[in-house]
């Protein structure tokens, strides 16, 4: 292989894992801010005031949430693991795209010079 593919390689390893100590580092304590009680009652009044809007009342029609929990915390505590893999997956696909346009690059200006 050559170097520019080795070098590709290390940069895709070290900026995955770097995105996901980030994604992992940051879960914690925004589950710890999203389980206390102020975030409940925070959720709990702004269910109430959604399930005012009626359309008359307020300037658009809304549906109460159905989730007693705030989406924040669901997200986070249920489906995590979906993160994880999209960021994968996106992280992955422009780390590829990118890779690509600088190879590109890099092989034309060998061509010239």
């Keep these: 292989m050559r170097a520019r593919t080795w070098v590709a390689i290390v940069l895709y390893l070290v900026g995955g894992t770097a995105l996901l100590g980030l994604l992992l580092g940051m879960r914690g304590p925004l589950l ?3 389980s206390t009680a102020a975030e ?3 959720w709990e009044a702004w269910r109430e005031e959604a399930a005012k809007q009626d359309g008359k009342t307020g300037p658009v029609q809304r549906r109460v949430p159905k989730s007693k929990q705030p ?3 669901v997200l986070l505590r249920d ?3 979906v993160i994880i893999s999209a960021a994968v997956v ?3 696909v422009l780390f590829g795209f990118g890779a690509y346009v600088v190879g590109g690059v890099l092989d034309q200006r060998g061509k010239r010079g």
Excluded: D, K, S, V
């Design 32 to 34: 710890e801010r999203m």
């Design 40 to 42: 409940q009652q925070n």
């Design 71 to 73: 989406p924040m915390l």
């Design 79 to 81: 489906h995590f693991a």
């Design 90 to 92: 996106f992280y992955t």
